[in-house]
């Protein structure tokens, strides 16, 4: 490109692609399309689909990254077995294999265990890294072998929002679609006039849809507020910057429904034609004093700030609410988001285009299914309390049962809560399997080390908007070296199964998994006729489209749901489609439900009620009521496949913790740059964003004789991360803010002389967890911070 504009590669011999293909970002549910230019089999660029209303031809800096995924010096490019050195010792040694040998050394472990009668001994840890359906893949394999213990990363990414809405909507997925409804040729979110974030900070996590959400803004002159702890670039272009105390957003929530509630300002038509349970709440509310005021003391926003959002909330219509991390990553995130859906439910802001309450999470579109299976399996046992990082304490202390053989497609070691902990497990471990594109932290604590591919290198859907809408890509370049894709790598497993298994017949394992299934077009097709809603979504169909297609699309000719709940035909037929004839809302009373006795009952068991009430974490600051894990083990009401530890709420905390430790600490994105750990194997990521910049406010870092750009440590009781000091205002005082998604090993950074960080979830305790959804309290944890 020139100054002026011009594109000086056309015509130019050696820079000219001989070929364009269509593919789809990997790194977040923005879900952009990307055409990739090619030259003899090799990528020359990316740029953004014009055609698209919402992306507009826009990508953000990741796009241009996803090329150094594939050409990177680092890439595992064979399969690997140990061969010598202690579990997690970065001189571990390690030999090529071939697919089979590896495969084989995993099927023999398996089988062993199983045919012990410890097949609930075997467990699985999927990614958001994963293409579409490789879960379903692992789920059938797992329920052949007799093991409850497939788990998914929701619980340290965002499970909690999709339970929440599930429980009082019927259906636990994103409401409301960026762009025009094709069903009715409106505008959705775009149409918005009062956009509520909370704990979301897109304009660094989403900022392709963010921008289409700022476009609509301009046209309606919508408001935006934002709550969130500190001043991030999405507050700054903000109307207001709500700088509410960490894990306390429950209390706020709760106070705005009260001030609605008790003054009147609900939508009283639709409370009495769709919600059941608005009497329990309004008691709830008021026997409780969840007022503005009360409020005020507990998050620090001010009372008359709390009562000016309310109102705006519930009079500007339509209005939506934004939830990401921030929420999630709550001990009490189902029950926060419960209060969120309550707000959208008794304003009417649900079922309407441009509100809904737009949780980003990771489920989508539910489990793909495939064919029965057509052989007897093993009874499950129930699985693990909820959340792979539960892993570490089965493995450590055999409570309830001790997992002894664990696969990966993510990194625990980065990702997990009180990462020593998460290490001592994983050295104990008797057998590990991590599957990868590098050898990252968990690779060196595995028996076998798989190479999957990236995503430019393999056909199919990988990832999807949070509105519900996926893409088809077709690959870019050939696998590198041996890589293979997870769903192949999967079928091949049962191959191996079938080689090995004794008890069995092969046919066993290759009826269930048949070899054709290794063609992703094939298994899409599967997917598609075995799933509610899917029928319209067929490979042909999203491959020639500019936009996404979003689910539930039950027909060919079916436009896909933007909004979920619409009161219009196409909502019903989609809804017909899940198995809903004629309901609006896919609850059992086809009602939205706060509060029902049956609701009432089931959660109970675990310790909660329908009706929330307020707690937090115990190592926030203030006397706060806070939560109580009990030694019992009771059926998990919202994921009742696994078990969960029974909690006391609103027992007070004792606040011992702060007389050494007296800020409180919250992990989260470094910057637009990174995304997960992925990105920190990448020249360019490491170039625009090396170093960890601990945020601290300038007053409190005056207090602890902090300067600007200085090496500081910060320490929890878990244990000490470095970093840099970056002094920014836009942070409470009470508050420290550290980057996560960094680790020792990623060596991309040593020619920018970027330190190796520990992993920032050192500091964060996994004792604490949501014991509904699972979710890890990331968002909090007493600190110090002090110059290193």
């Known amino acids: 490109m020139s100054a002026a504009g011009r594109d000086f590669t056309q015509g130019a011999a050696a820079l000219e692609p001989d070929h364009v293909v269509a593919t ?8 952009c399309r990307m055409h990739v230019s090619l030259k003899s089999e090799r990528i020359l660029g990316v740029r953004g689909e014009p055609e698209d209303s919402v992306q507009q031809g826009n990508l953000c800096v990741k796009a241009t990254m996803m090329p150094e995924l594939v050409y990177n010096r680092s890439r595992l490019t064979r399969p690997l077995r140990r061969v010598s050195g202690e579990k997690g010792s970065p001189d571990s040694e390690f030999e090529p294999v071939s697919w089979d040998e590896a495969l084989d050394i995993i099927a023999r472990r ?6 012990a009668g410890e097949a609930r001994a075997i467990a699985n840890r999927t990614t958001g890294r994963l293409p579409r359906g490789v879960d379903s893949l692992v789920a059938r394999l797992f329920a ?4 409850p213990n497939n788990t998914d990363v929701g619980p340290v990414c965002n499970d909690a929002g999709a339970d929440a809405l599930k429980a009082t909507f019927g259906l636990g997925n994103f409401t409301n679609g960026y762009g025009r409804d094709e069903a009715t040729g409106a505008e959705d979110l775009g149409a918005a006039r009062y956009l509520l974030f909370f704990g979301t900070n897109q304009a660094e996590t989403h900022p392709v849809t963010f921008e289409y959400l700022l476009r ?3 046209r309606t002159k919508a408001t935006l507020v934002v709550v969130d702890p500190r001043r991030t670039a999405t507050g700054e272009l903000a109307d207001e910057w709500i700088a509410v105390k960490p894990h306390t957003d429950l209390a706020l929530g709760l106070a705005m429904l009260h001030h609605i509630v008790s003054n009147g300002l609900h939508d009283r038509g639709f409370v009495e034609r769709w919600v059941l349970g608005f009497d329990e709440l309004r008691a709830h509310l008021s026997d409780n004093g969840y007022t503005a005021e009360w409020a005020a003391d507990v998050t620090g926003v001010p009372a008359a700030t709390i009562r000016r959002i309310a109102e705006e909330y519930a009079t500007t219509k339509p209005a939506a609410i934004f939830c990401n991390a921030g929420i999630s990553h709550q001990l009490g995130a189902f029950d926060t988001y419960r ?3 309550f707000l959208a439910a008794v304003t009417g802001n649900i079922g309407v285009p441009g509100g809904g309450c737009n949780f980003m999470h990771n489920t989508w579109p539910g489990a793909l299914e495939l064919p029965a299976l057509d052989v007897p399996t093993p009874d499950l046992d129930h699985a693990l309390p909820v959340g792979p990082d539960y892993f570490a304490e089965s493995i450590l202390t055999g409570k309830p049962y001790r997992l002894k053989a664990v696969i990966t497609e993510g990194n625990p070691l980065v990702s997990s809560a009180n990462t020593t902990k998460v290490r001592e497990a994983f050295r104990e471990l008797d057998f590990f399997v991590y599957t990868g594109l590098f050898m990252e932290e968990a690779a060196y604590y595995a028996d076998v080390v798989l190479p999957v591919c990236s995503a430019l290198e393999f056909e199919g859907v990988y990832m999807r908007r949070d509105d519900r809408a996926v893409r088809w890509q077709q690959p870019a370049v050939l696998p590198v070296g041996e890589s293979r894709p997870d769903w192949q790598i999967w079928i091949g497993l049962a191959q191996a199964l079938a080689r090995n298994d004794r008890r069995n017949p092969p046919s066993y394992w290759t009826r269930a998994f048949p070899e054709e299934w290794n063609d992703y077009r094939t298994l899409w097709s599967r997917f598609v006729e075995n799933t509610p809603g899917m029928r319209g979504m067929s490979a042909e169909r999203l491959e020639s489209r500019a936009e996404p297609l979003r689910w539930p699309c039950p ?11 619409l009161d219009h035909p196409s909502w019903y037929e989609a809804a017909e489609s899940l198995g809903y004839e004629r309901k609006r809302f896919l609850t059992a009373s086809g009602k939205i439900e706060i509060h029902t006795p049956e609701l009432e009952r089931s959660l109970a068991t675990a310790g909660h009620s329908a009706l929330p009430m307020f707690y937090t974490h115990p190592e926030v600051t203030g006397d706060n009521p806070t939560i109580g894990y009990t030694d019992r083990l009771v059926t998990n009401p919202v994921n009742p496949h696994a078990l969960t530890p029974v909690v006391r709420l609103g027992i007070r905390g004792t606040g011992d913790v702060h007389r050494r430790y007296p800020l409180m600490g ?3 994105r470094p910057s637009v740059v990174h995304f997960a750990s992925v990105t920190h194997w990448t020249h360019t990521g490491k170039q625009l964003n090396g170093l960890r910049f601990i945020q601290v406010h300038p007053r409190t870092a005056q207090r602890y004789g902090i300067a600007e750009g200085i090496p500081v440590v910060v320490e929890s009781p878990r244990g000490a991360v470095t970093g840099t000091a970056l002094l920014w205002d836009g942070i409470r005082e009470d508050t420290v803010f550290v980057p996560n998604g960094f680790g020792p090993l990623q060596r991309a950074g040593d020619l920018f002389r970027a330190p190796r960080y520990g992993a920032a979830n050192t500091l964060v305790d996994d004792r604490y967890f949501d014991n509904l959804s699972g979710q890890q309290a990331y968002k909090c944890f007493a600190c110090r911070v002090r110059p290193a």
């Not at 052949?144 to 093991?147: F, H, I, P």
């Not at 027909?555 to 709940?565: A, I, R």
């Open 144 to 147: 052949m072998l007799g093991s």
């Open 666 to 668: 919250m992990t989260g």
């Open 555 to 565: 027909s060919p000719e079916h436009p896909g749901v933007s909004t979920l709940f």
């Open 339 to 341: 209060v969120l859906a």
């Open 110 to 115: 398996l089988i062993e265990l199983r045919d």
């Open 24 to 31: 789809a970002c990997q790194f977040c549910n923005a879900n």
């Open 216 to 218: 609509g803004r301009e």
